[in-house]
Every structure is written in structure tokens, then in C-alpha cells.
């Protein structure tokens, strides 16, 4: 059962492939509690769309792990928000 | 050229539904995200996807008033993944109407978008990736003054990338982001309601939009400005089309004063030249002040 710590490095490195920020600048925002993609990340809409193929690919990694899509996504607006939905889904949650 | 308004009614309209609706999203805002509702200026044409839906009262000097609609509304409704990839289908309708003299408009459009992303699975560490932006769009057309009813589909590519801000605002106070995008088009339109010959024409389009929000820490995300080009290359023209020109091209720009936090309700101010042949708008040259509103998440 992966837990959230297991999975926030995992995400916050999937992060820093579609933002001009480094891992430690994004966990550190991540830490602070300012990680909204939108406003401290600068991502557009399709970027978001676009976290769903990098954190299915985490949470399938995992036995019973099962996809995250682009509308539970959407649905996120921190980093923090995309770390506890990838956990539930590598613990094989399908919803919300 | 036209312009404006009406202000005290848009003000009045603006405040009103802003104090029903808060700085917290209601329990209308959760139902339209749990059911991944969304309402947009346009879902058909993806250079408005972002823009909020728009209703304008134009009241020109020396002219009869006219009003603008722009609302598209879409719900998701299935997706999937596979590897390096993910999709989802969102069936969709959209209503554009125009009651100027000049540039008259009245289509309806209903079908559905299917967006599908892909990109590199395993980039190489701190590399950013490039993704790819694909969707497929069909929909029955009923343009009620020009081409009368007929069918529509188009396939767009959209790059993504952080480093050269495609799709991307960057961090700061300035930010902006560019969206470039390529298209194919095609549309078959009978003669069932506006008397025209049946044909079709197939279209190149390519646009690119530059959003900019120049004060953002300061003054949060409430001020944003959006600027467009779309570009149509029409081919193989017959029926209502053949006298469409070769070449169509539409610029606009907007100034968009959010009224809350969520960036769900703005008064915005518009100017448009050019002509758009996927909504049925005709060439035209105007500047308008709009309510706009924008559901189901600012993204």
C-alpha cells in the first residue's frame, strides 16, 4: 500500500518535466503550501490535462494500481491535490 | 466600426451574479465539476476554448442595437489511458448569434471533441518533455443565415512545451503563454434552411493566441489580455462556400476583468476584425464590452 511520502517525490519529479522549475524549488513550494499549478507553477490548462500520462504512469507501477484521467485531474488545483490522487489510485481508488 | 454600451446594466448584471455566487465555489460550482461541466465562448473552435462565454449588448452611434451570444457547453463523458497517452471524449453544444444588420449570425452547433495527449513516458531526468496536444472534433452545423444545416469535423495539433511557453504562463509578475496551433477542416452543408446550393470545402487553419497577464502578482490573475490570429486556407470551395475567399483570417483581442477569485465571472472588453467561417461570422470590424463566464474550473 503506497502512501502519500512514497508518492509525492514521484510526483513532484513528474512535475518538474513540464515546468521550467527544479525538483526542490517545486517541493519547496509543495512544503509551503503555495503549489497551485496555475498560479505558483504557471501551467495552462493543457499541461494539467497532460499530468494524466505521468501520474498513471506512477500509480500503475504500482500492483492494482489503476489510471488517473484527465477529469479527476482537472479536478486538482495543487500539487498537493495530484499527490493524494495518485496515492489513491496506486492504492487502486477509482474515485473521486 | 462599432462599439458599446450599456455599462450600468452590465456593472449591475456582473455585481449581482457575483454576490449570488461568492468567492467560494457553491454547490453549483461542485456539481458542474463532479460532472466535468464546462462552459466556454467556444469548444468548437479551441483558439476560444479558454475564453470565457460571452453575451454583448452593442449599441452603435447612429445605428439600430444589436446583442452577441457566444456560450459553448460540453460534459465529459468517457476517457482512458495508455501508455504515453490519455483521452477523453466530450460531447458538446454551442450556440453563436449575432443580431447586427450587417454581420448576422445564428448557428447552432451539437457533436462532440475527442481530445488525445501523448507524450515521451520516460523522459530523461530534470528534462522537460514536449507533449502533443491532438483533437478530433464532429458536429452538426445548423447555420441559420448562411449555409443552412450540415455536418462539420476537424483535426488540430497543439504543441506543448514549458521552455518556449507553449501553453505554459511561466512564474513572475508578467506571464504570458502561447498557444500555436495547426488545423484541418472539413464541412458539407445542404440547402434545408438558408436557401443555399449544397456543397462542402476543406480548410488548412493555422492561429496562434498570445495570453498575457501583466500584473500577476499584484493584482492576482484578474487582469488578463488575450490576443489572437486564426488563418483559414480554403480548398476545393462548392455550394454556400464557393464564395468564400481563398484566404480568411480573424484577428481579436480581449481585456478581461475577472470578478472573482475563480476567475468565473468578468467583464471583458473585445475588439474583432476579420471574419470566422467555422462560426459563421461574417467580416466585421467591432469593439464590444461583454459579461463573461467561465464554469467548470478557470483552466
Known sequence: MPTAAEIKPKVIDAFTHKVTLSYDAIEALVDAGNDDMFADLGMGGQPIDSMAISLTQIAKAYAGGVPVLISSVRKCNTVTDCIKLTTRRANGTKSP | ?299
Open chain 2, 1 to 299: 466600426m462599432k462599439t458599446i454600451l450599456p455599462i450600468r446594466s452590465l456593472i449591475f448584471l456582473s455585481l449581482t451574479i457575483c454576490a449570488l455566487a461568492g468567492d467560494e465555489p457553491s454547490s453549483f460550482d461542485k456539481f458542474l465539476e463532479d460532472h466535468g461541466i464546462v462552459v466556454r465562448q467556444s469548444l468548437a473552435n479551441k483558439n476560444f476554448n479558454n475564453e470565457p462565454a460571452a453575451i454583448s449588448w452593442i449599441s452603435p452611434q447612429g445605428g439600430a442595437d444589436s446583442t452577441t451570444i457566444d456560450i459553448a457547453i460540453g460534459m465529459n463523458a468517457k476517457e482512458g489511458s495508455f501508455t504515453g497517452g490519455s483521452w477523453n471524449l466530450l460531447p458538446k453544444v454551442e450556440y453563436h448569434k449575432n443580431t447586427d444588420t450587417g454581420s448576422k449570425q445564428d448557428t447552432l452547433k451539437a457533436g462532440f471533441n475527442m481530445t488525445c495527449i501523448f507524450e515521451d513516458p520516460t523522459p530523461p531526468p530534470g528534462q522537460q518533455v514536449w507533449s502533443h496536444y491532438l483533437e478530433l472534433s464532429a458536429a452538426y452545423k445548423d447555420d441559420r443565415i448562411k449555409t443552412g444545416q450540415g455536418i462539420s469535423g476537424s483535426l488540430s495539433y497543439t504543441p506543448l512545451y514549458a521552455p518556449l511557453h507553449f501553453a505554459s504562463y511561466g512564474t513572475g509578475n508578467f506571464r504570458y503563454m502561447l498557444t500555436p496551433r495547426i488545423a484541418l477542416l472539413a464541412e458539407h452543408a445542404n440547402d434545408l434552411t438558408a436557401g443555399a446550393l449544397s456543397g462542402s470545402v476543406t480548410r488548412l487553419k493555422a492561429s496562434v493566441e498570445l495570453s498575457v497577464y501583466p500584473f500577476f502578482k499584484t493584482h492576482a490573475d484578474g487582469i488578463e489580455v488575450l490576443v489572437g490570429y486564426q488563418t483559414w486556407f480554403n480548398q476545393s470551395r462548392s455550394g454556400p462556400f464557393a464564395s468564400d475567399k481563398k484566404h480568411q483570417e480573424l484577428f481579436t483581442a480581449s481585456l478581461n476583468f475577472y470578478l472573482d477569485r475563480d476567475q468565473r465571472y468578468a467583464l471583458g472588453l473585445d475588439y474583432t476584425h476579420g471574419e470566422n467561417p467555422e462560426d459563421g461570422q461574417a467580416d466585421q470590424t467591432v469593439t464590444s464590452l461583454s459579461f463573461k463566464m467561465k464554469l467548470g474550473g478557470k483552466k
